[in-house]
Structure formats: C-alpha cells, structure tokens
C-alpha cells in the first residue's frame, strides 16, 4: 500500500441522492494537486457527538454494479448504507480506485490470470503492481474537512486502520463488515484472509 503526507481536500460539487436506504447528502471532493477524487455519502451530523460510523469502500464496477459473484464488495456497500442509514448519522466515502488502486483494465488483466489459476495477490504481482495499491491520504482529508479526527471504521482490512492512522485520523473501533462466504468467493476471501491479513471469521 502507498502511503502519501497529509493532503487537502476540495469540496467541488455537492446534491442530494436518494437511495433504497434513504436520500444522502453527495459531495464530490478532489485532492489538492487534483489528482484524486472521491464521492462521500453523508448521512446525519456525523461531527457532532461519538464518532462516526465510517465505511470506505474501493470502486469495484463490477460486484457494485454488475453483481459479480467473484467478490462480496456489492454486498458490502449496501451493508454499509442499510447500517449508516440504521443508524442516522455516518459517512461512507466513495473512493474512486478500481482493483485495489490498479485501475480497471489491469482488474480484468488479473482476472484472466486469476481464471488460469493464480491467486489475487499473485495476478497483481504478476502484472508488477503491489497486493494492495491504495492510497488514503485523500479520504483522511475529506474526513478532516467534514470535522471529523476519530472514527467507527467498518473494515476487515488492517492496512486501511495503518493509512488513515498515518493520514491523522484515530480508527477508535472497528466495525466487521463480513459477508458469508459464497461458492465463488471463498477462495478469494481466503486469500485476502492467508495473505492480506484481512480480519475474517467466516472462512
């Protein structure tokens, strides 16, 4: 994963979006240098009080729109916004890196490997990009610009607590966000689990 100094956060386009889990206030932000932008759902006054409940979840077209059955991130995104919206008040950041930050050709490149055989981590590898290519530098700043130091993270995954830890904001619980595991996605899940340390209970 590549970490990156603390960045600002541009407000550039902001309206309202009504959902099957209730309308959200949308904003569009960009990063200071403009090479980055990120969409954040936001839901309540999620400055004010006990910190947020938080999900950043990675763009992934084709379990989000698509409904792939080769990974669970669909699923997450709604279980996230049923649970924000459940909950009143929260902000899930939209953050615009397909395939772990590689972009969505080299997605269906390591697809194409992982359909010879190879395993996620190894067809990343393979096309010469890290396991994980994220970067959260940007979604730490929108969370600064919408006041917020301190969050409920729903996450398995360690290295978005390192980044957004290293980017100032305090991850004060975690929050799982585990979807059992289907006949296409154990497998993928494992991987994540045995070589990502992904924090999962049901594989």
Known sequence: MIYSPRMKATKVAATSLPTQFG????????????????????????????PPLIRIHS?????????????DCG???HFALKLISEQGTGILIYQLQEGR???????LLAY????SGQDTV??????????????????AAVLRHLGVSEIRLMSNNPQKFEGLEAAGIHVIERIP????????????????KA???HMLSKV
């Open 101 to 107: 930050g590689i972009g969505l050709m080299n997605k």
């Open 59 to 71: 763009q992934c077209l084709t379990g989000d729109v698509f409904g792939s059955k080769r990974c």
């Open 23 to 50: 309308t959200f206030p949308l904003f569009g932000f960009e990063s200071d240098d403009k090479s980055d932008n990120v969409l954040a759902l936001v839901m309540g006054n999620p400055e004010a009080g006990n």
């Open 122 to 139: 190894e067809a990343n590898h393979h096309l010469g990009f890290e396991a994980d290519h994220r970067n959260y530098a940007l979604c």
């Open 112 to 115: 194409a490997l992982q359909d």
């Open 75 to 77: 699923e997450q995104l």
């Open 195 to 197: 070589k990502l340390g």
């Open 177 to 192: 966000i585990e979807i059992a595991p289907s006949d296409g996605t154990e497998n993928y899940l494992r991987t994540k």
